[in-house]
């Protein structure tokens, strides 16, 4: 029995070591082993995806995401076949840490949007997600709403063991969600560690929610993001809030007056919400659409999304040369040991680089 | 006569088209070129420059900057061969824009230290310096009395297609100058690009130089360069403009707190001075000797340097990697097809990198 079990993987099955009830329906098993067996195309996948079906985007974006090797050609041309119809949404990143409302801010916003007749799709970039099980987006019923409506597709962080191989599933689901007709992108990531380069790095617009604290507002934030940020939202903006809001808001503008000028034209904005009240939101939408109408109109909106598109090819490749490099086998040993040399002023950082390239053709 | 003369490559002899005169002293010429030829052997360079012997000193920075792949080998020799004599001594990095006074900074400084009692080597990153012919400690009669002092050795900035490999010669440069007995070095690079990042990663203490200007101190600068100082000295505070360098000193200080704790545990500082009028100098060096003793006792120094040489090793390699593949025959063409491909929407970033790393097994 134990050993029967342990050869059924199958998630239709209990755990180990729970035992299973005796009253399954086999018949109902077989069908619906048999629906999960059907294995479609990948033409079967793209033609899907442009009819709009869900089943078949999010069968596609599960391809995306696998590690197994022979999924991935598949993967590739399910991609190909939709970049034709990709590129015609709008992306919008969102970033801020934990407690900020995150959640709470895409639900009333992505309702908004879809009150204005968009379609959107909320992904999310959080490379920590594959230890701690999905800390953003894992868990959907924080947007109870959203998730209930028909205009709404909402997909978690894909796990990976690198921020690159995260971002390059999430911006490979964007061409799939674009082609499946969404024509609003929301991503969003962790105001901590590198995935707000990785996020900026895929948007049009890069917004930072805030909350008001107590004190300075400006003390310990990471500067990089809000260099980025095209506009920065203090959230929670409501009943006894609303007057340590503004003063946060007054603060951020002041700070924001210090950067050079941004590439885009747009002098990035402050602005405060209520996600929980509804307050503000609309207004933060229309600020969005004034920031489209002045990069569309000077260029900067594809002269954007080209840089982006060079900044990933050279990204990838060299993330894959090093790791091609660093993976060599015993080269960590032979790191370490000139690493050690150096300490011992044997060698130099120079003539130790030298000789560990000189190891291997690669 | 035009024959004979574009074979005569030797400096001693005037540029084609200038006719030369007859009454070269043949034995002299004949004894200059002996002495130019006598080439000593990396051992004999090694000898001289722990003797302090400043012409073994200035011909072995030669080697080291040499392009011609013969003078590698032996240039190595000598490096490892003073390495046990190097990493003794202090590195000081001074930045800061044109005109804001860095030559008379650093020859103010020089003296005041050699009046301590310590022997400086003075020298200089900037990757520019090849094409605009030593912007910096080129002309070395901007610091003519330090030129004259036995106890200063002044070098101008090697040049250099890259700035890894312009990095590369200073550094190694550092370790002939520790050898020869200098215990305190200073960098000097300009305000642009990415030298001070090199700098930065090269020094114990980096100091940026500003002028009190008009308006808004902080508008324009690049953040970075405030985050890597651990002092900040408003230069040319003399006669009418004390004052304005005095409210820069507190609108810097007050800058510098909203950035976060570093590592080393170290505050940094803001100061005035005028190196013209030699007011402040003593100041900034001892500002620099409690922040010597600080991370000395808490063991950032040793720290520092230990991951400044992992950083020059592994940033070595990666450019290596990088280079080799970008400088592949052919590459370049097909990069230029492939993101031709990708503004097509014919391919993704991703797939085109996989497809460029798969040209070559390299």
Chains 1, 2 share one sequence.
Not at 173 to 202: F, K, N, P, R
Not at 259 to 283: D, F, M, R, V
Not at 322 to 329: A, H, L
């Amino acid at each position: 029995m134990t050993k029967k079990k342990t050869s059924k993987t199958s998630a239709l099955h209990e755990q180990p070591g729970i035992s299973e009830p005796d009253a399954l329906n086999t018949d109902a098993l077989h069908n619906i082993k048999k629906r999960r067996q059907n294995n479609p195309t990948a033409e079967a996948l793209i033609e899907g995806i442009l009819a709009q079906d869900i089943s078949a985007l999010s069968r596609a974006i599960t391809l995306i995401e696998s590690t197994n090797p022979a999924h991935s050609e598949k993967a590739s041309t399910v991609i190909k076949g939709c970049l034709p119809h990709a590129n015609n949404s709008i992306r919008i990143g969102i970033t801020g840490v934990p407690g900020v409302g995150k959640s709470t801010f895409i639900e009333t916003f992505g309702k908004h949007l879809i009150d204005e007749g968009k379609q959107i799709a909320v992904l999310a970039v959080d490379p920590s997600s594959g230890l701690s099980k999905g800390s953003i987006l894992g868990d959907k019923t924080r947007m109870e709403d959203l998730v209930k409506t028909e205009n709404a597709f909402i997909r978690p962080s894909p796990s990976g063991d690198s921020l690159g191989g995260v971002a390059r599933k999430t911006r490979e689901t964007i061409i799939l969600c674009e082609a499946a007709g969404y024509d609003t992108i929301i991503i969003e990531t962790v105001g901590v560690g590198q995935s707000e380069i990785a996020v900026h790095s895929m948007v049009d617009f890069f917004l930072l929610l805030k909350l008001a604290g107590a004190g300075d507002e400006l003390q310990g934030i990471k500067r990089g993001i809000i260099e980025m940020a095209d506009a920065i939202v203090i959230n929670k903006a409501d009943g006894e809030n609303v007057k340590a809001a503004k003063a946060a808001k007054l603060e951020f503008n002041r700070a924001l007056h210090l950067y050079p000028e941004k590439a885009s034209g747009w002098s990035p904005k402050t602005a405060i919400c209520s996600a929980l009240k509804n307050e503000g939101i609309s207004e933060i939408y229309d600020m969005i659409l004034d920031y489209l109408d002045t990069v569309k109109a000077n260029n900067f909106f594809e002269h954007n999304r080209n840089e982006q598109n060079t900044f990933w090819l050279k990204q990838t490749i060299e993330e894959q040369l090093k790791s091609r490099f660093y993976n060599q086998p015993q080269l960590e040993d032979e790191l370490q040991k000139q690493i050690q040399l150096i300490k011992d002023g044997e060698t130099t950082p120079f003539a130790a680089a030298d000789y560990l390239l000189s190891l291997h053709s690669l």
